[in-house]
Each structure stands twice: as C-alpha cells, then as structure tokens.
C-alpha cells in the first residue's frame, strides 16, 4: 500500500510526516537533526526503494549531508564533510541550500548547491561529492554578490533527457547553464530585470529567487525574481515577465504541477520590505496557461496570515492526484490533496520552516 511521506525541514531540526494517499491524516516523528538548520531536503524516487536526503548546519560542526533507506528511520552521514572544496582553494561551505537528484538516465547522480554559489556532484546516490571547477573558476564568480539569504546556488535543474544539460540559479547571479556536462557555463538571463542594480538588464546578476520546470517540458522554464515572475520557452534563451493578473511580483517559491506542464503555483508577498502576503491572507495562487491567467487558492488557508514562505517551503508531491505542500515560517504546513482547491492545516508551532519535500512511496 503506497504512503505520503513529507520532510519539514526547520531552522532547529527535520520533522518526517507520514500519511495515506488520502493525505488528511498524518504521523509525525520526533524531531531529527536537533538545533541544526535543514535547508535542503530531497526524496529520490529514482532507485528500487527511496532515498530521503538532508543537508543540516550545525553552528558548531558546519554542514552535514544525511540519508536514509527506510524513509527516516535510520540516518547516516555521508562520508565526513561530504560537500567541501579542495583544500588549495581556501574556502569553506557554509551551507548546502539545494539537494536535486540528476536526470532518470543517471540513477546515482545527486547535485547539490552551497554557500557560496558552487555546483557539487556525487555519483554514488549522496555518499560523497565533487566541486564542478568550472562553474566555481567562471570568470562572472568575483561579481556574484549575497542577496538577503546569502550568496548561494539554490535551484538546479538536470534535464531528463540530456544528460549534458544543466540549469542553475543563485542569487545573486541569475541562471546559468551547461550543455556539455559542465565544462562550460553559460549566463541565460535575458529578458529578467535586476532592480537594483545600475543597468537593470545585465547579462549576469539577478536576483532570481526559485526556477522549475516540468519533466516533460524542460525547455519551458518558470522563475520568481526578487520582482518579477517570468517564463522562458526556449531553456532560458529570452524570458518573458507573467506577473500580471498577481497581486505582487515579489515572492519566492515557484512550483509546477507534477502531470500538467502548463500549471504551476506561486506564494506572493507584498513587497521586498514588507515580507507577508498581500493584505495579510495566505494565498497560493494558480496559473493554468503557463503565466497568462491567475486565480487564487484560499479555501482552509488563513484570511490573518503575516508569515513568509520561502523558496523551497513549498512543493508537489508525485501522487496521481496531485499533493501540495506548504510551509511558512510561522511554523504551520498546510496541505492541499486537490490540486490547491482546498487546504488543510496539518501542523503548527514548528520551528521556522525552510524547506519542504513530498512523494507517495
């Protein structure tokens, strides 16, 4: 019998939460990883039984990566300091944000993004990684600046069918991306404004937020901008703003349906400076027409809501009929198990949440 197994992952630790396919009821573990920061969590469905990872930051040890077999049972540490850059280089992982299995073609490839912006690759399923050099020694890297987070890659996406292609986005950076397996990169951020900086329209530095893109449709890609939602048909080639018809442009997650290229999700916030969503309601907002059209998502979520959601609080799970997830970092994690119709609270008073992932295993 197939279960929902959801990962919390929280500014003091990992919450596991198991449910049937209905998705109403759920199971919690005791909190793992206590008093580190979980910023990525993955579930890879790739293999013959699932592989849950995490990357924790302890402020005493520094970032770990961790996996487990038997959806979170037992954990074990990957090889000691797993994601690390070569001793010659003189820098430090400050944290690992991304944890993204590698394309259905490449069973055991596991690429992970840190602080600093670095690219990492492991091609034993997340035992042990290497540094990409050639996205860590491009000649933008000197220029790419911290945004309010930190200076980090926190999107990656393999394309499904071609092992060679790459896509990444950091802030502050933009996207950039590789056809050749990471001997060269490439900025792809044409069409996507940089507010603040002195030309808004720069080959390089943006801050882009969250990147997705369908499976099926790797060459449509959706991206929330600090300011601006945009959608690009061509992998990046030219981007095109979709933020009308939403009450902001300001926002971090960005979601696509697991089964509906076309349809893909967003959380607004007011503003940069005022970080709550508009009129404080929570509101989860759908598009089905990659971006031309928007209508909001309210049944069951909270009309008095000043809690933000961050870039990877908020996810899809892999269900026939689509789950969606969201954590904020109020604490609170709602689910929807009809495609964002309607909402269910499913847990509260957690620490401030940073990431979420799901699948039905």
């Known amino acids: 019998m197939s279960e929902a197994v959801l990962l919390v992952g929280t500014k003091k630790g990992l ?5 049937d396919e209905k998705r109403q009821e759920w199971e919690w573990s005791e909190p793992q990883f206590l008093m580190e920061a979980v910023y990525g969590t993955c579930i890879d469905t790739r293999g013959t039984q699932p592989r849950l990872l995490v990357s924790g930051t302890s402020e005493h040890w520094g970032p770990g990566v961790y996996y487990s077999d038997d959806l979170g049972q037992i954990w074990t540490e990957s090889q000691a300091a ?3 850059f070569p001793q010659e280089l003189g820098s430090s992982v400050e944290r690992v944000w991304q944890i993204q299995p590698g394309g259905p073609n490449d069973p055991d490839v596991i690429y992970a993004g840190t602080q600093p912006s670095a ?3 492991s091609a034993d399923r997340g035992e042990s ?3 990409i050099r050639s996205l860590w020694d491009h000649p933008h890297r000197e220029q790419w600046a911290p945004g309010g987070g930190g200076q980090a890659i926190h999107s990656v996406l ?10 990444v986005a950091m802030s502050t950076g933009g996207v950039y991306r590789t056809y050749d397996r990471g001997d060269t990169w490439n900025p792809a951020n044409v069409g996507i404004k940089a507010l603040h900086a002195p ?6 530095g943006q801050c882009v937020h969250k990147i997705a893109a369908h499976p099926d449709a790797p060459q449509r890609i959706f991206a929330q901008n600090h300011g601006g939602v945009y959608r690009s048909d061509n992998g990046g080639d030219q981007w095109t703003s979709i933020a009308d018809g939403l009450p902001s442009d300001f926002g971090f997650p960005i979601v696509v349906h697991p089964h509906k290229p076309d349809t893909l999700f967003v959380f607004p916030l007011t503003a940069d400076i005022n970080r709550f969503p508009p009129n404080g309601a929570a509101r989860v907002w759908r598009s089905d027409d990659a971006g031309e059209t928007w209508k909001p998502s309210e049944s069951g979520l909270p ?3 000043f809690a933000s959601v961050l870039r990877d609080a908020m996810t899809a799970d892999n269900a026939e009929q689509m789950g969606l997830y969201v954590g904020a970092r109020d604490g609170s994690v709602f689910v929807s198990a009809d495609d964002g119709a309607n909402w269910q609270q499913i847990a509260a008073h957690l620490p401030d949440v940073l990431s ?6």
């Open 129 to 131: 990684f290497s540094l």
């Open 303 to 305: 009309n008095r809501f």
């Open 158 to 167: 393999p394309d499904p069918a071609d092992q060679a292609h790459v896509t």
């Open 119 to 121: 690219l990492f690759r």
């Open 15 to 19: 919450w596991v939460g198991r449910s």
């Open 356 to 361: 979420v992932r799901a699948a039905v295993v």
């Open 82 to 84: 797993p994601v690390r």
């Open 199 to 204: 030309d808004p329209w720069p080959e390089f």
